[in-house]
């Protein structure tokens, strides 16, 4: 890929057939700037695809088939039919047939993922429940994916306007996170955010704030020593290695007060101690990356929502903003590889952003600080 490339290869898997990800993925490509900065190619079905306009009384709006990636037309949104003809949508209902399809459309387009035929990956949501077979035993994308890319570690980053938070632990009952954190594991995913934030978000110098584990962070040990024991001291260790590591913070005063509006990433120890502020404020235009990939994935923060599919009640502003920040993670990705390969040409390069606090550490010193 070159630094002048512009028509991002942007690769969908529809995820559950009976959920709202079609909904979401055609009023998503409906909307006119997105051909200006991408070429969508959808995994699916265009039968299953008829089925959900139908339903949603969209009449305004079509596929254009092709058979690979390579076929894709600019200013069109693609599809690859990857289903048989026979593949049964049963709207709201978790279904095997459901399970299934979801996985064939994502297997599909991962495979064109790492052989470079799409550029990089949205997924819609899938139920965890039905997709579970021989070929998919994983608690979700982010387990499945990083298999696939063969990742040592890899960190769910939630981002959003007011905040891009990560976690310890990922998709384990809370009665097991506190064996699972330790120093080390804490290291590795201040390590992988420091990095992202650098890399995918041309964050120079990124400020990351750590949470405690327990309320009031321990409270001095007196309400549990995790803190003492691990969380503060991986904190230390991340300073002495020029990481801009703080905490760790009491989660309800961190957010309460407004605190998180001063860094650029946090790490929460545990799923819902980031994942409630996050969605309460960010709900609608949050957007779950993967972090810590070879490759760009980016998903919508909500899921399936059998409730309401084919009620034309879901709203496509997370999975439209998973879009383009899937495009502006592979720019960044791209500037970031020139620049430390010829950091001198430093100049020819368009940034996004004119902070320039916000610029990749290269442009200064001439060496990745990875």
């Known amino acids: 890929m070159t630094m002048d490339k512009k ?29 200006e900065i ?11 695809a008829a089925y959900h306009r139908k339903a949603l009384n969209i009449t305004n709006f079509s596929f254009n088939n092709v058979r690979s990636a390579e076929e894709a037309q600019a200013r069109k949104s693609n599809m690859i039919n ?19 399809a979801a996985l064939i459309s994502l297997e ?5 993922l790492k052989s470079g035929k799409i550029d990089v990956l949205i997924t819609a949501p899938i139920d965890k429940h039905n997709v579970q077979s021989d070929k998919f035993q994983f608690k979700g994308h982010t387990e499945y994916l990083k298999a696939k890319a063969g990742a040592d570690e890899v960190l769910m980053f939630m981002i959003g306007e007011s905040m891009r938070i990560g976690f310890v632990t990922g998709h384990v009952p809370l009665s097991k996170v506190p064996e699972l954190i330790n120093k080390e594991v804490i290291l590795r995913k201040l390590r992988l955010m420091h990095n992202s934030l650098l890399m995918d978000f041309a964050i120079r110098k990124p400020k990351i704030a750590v949470l405690g584990l327990n309320p009031h962070a321990g409270d001095n040990s007196l309400l549990g020593s995790e803190e003492a024991e691990y969380i503060n001291p991986a904190v230390e260790q991340a300073q002495k290695e020029g990481i801009l590591a703080f905490g760790s913070y009491p989660a309800d005063g961190f957010f309460g007060a407004g605190m998180f509006k001063k860094f650029d990433g946090i790490l929460s120890m545990y799923h819902d101690q980031g994942l409630s502020p996050f969605k309460a404020l960010s709900f609608d235009t949050g957007v779950n990356f993967t972090a810590g990939l070879s490759f760009i994935r980016t998903s ?5 929502a059998f409730a309401i599919a ?24 791209q500037m970031y590889a020139e620049i430390s390969k010829n950091p001198l040409k430093h100049q020819d390069i368009e940034f996004h952003s004119d902070r320039i606090d916000e610029l990749p550490p290269e442009i200064f010193n001439g060496e990745p600080q990875l």
């Open 38 to 48: 991408c070429t969508p190619v959808v995994y699916g079905s265009p039968k299953v």
């Open 310 to 333: 084919g009620k034309g009640e879901a709203s496509e502003s997370s999975f439209r903003q998973s879009i383009y920040l899937a495009c502006d993670i592979f720019r960044n990705r």
């Open 300 to 304: 919508p923060v909500h899921g399936t």
């Open 7 to 35: 028509n991002i290869l942007v690769g969908i898997s529809h995820g559950d057939i009976n959920g709202i990800g079609y909904e979401v993925i055609i009023k998503a490509l409906s909307d006119p700037m997105m051909s």
């Open 108 to 112: 599909r387009a991962v495979t064109d």
């Open 82 to 100: 990857c289903l048989d003809d026979n593949t049964r949508v049963e709207l709201g209902k978790s279904t095997s047939h459901g399970g299934e």
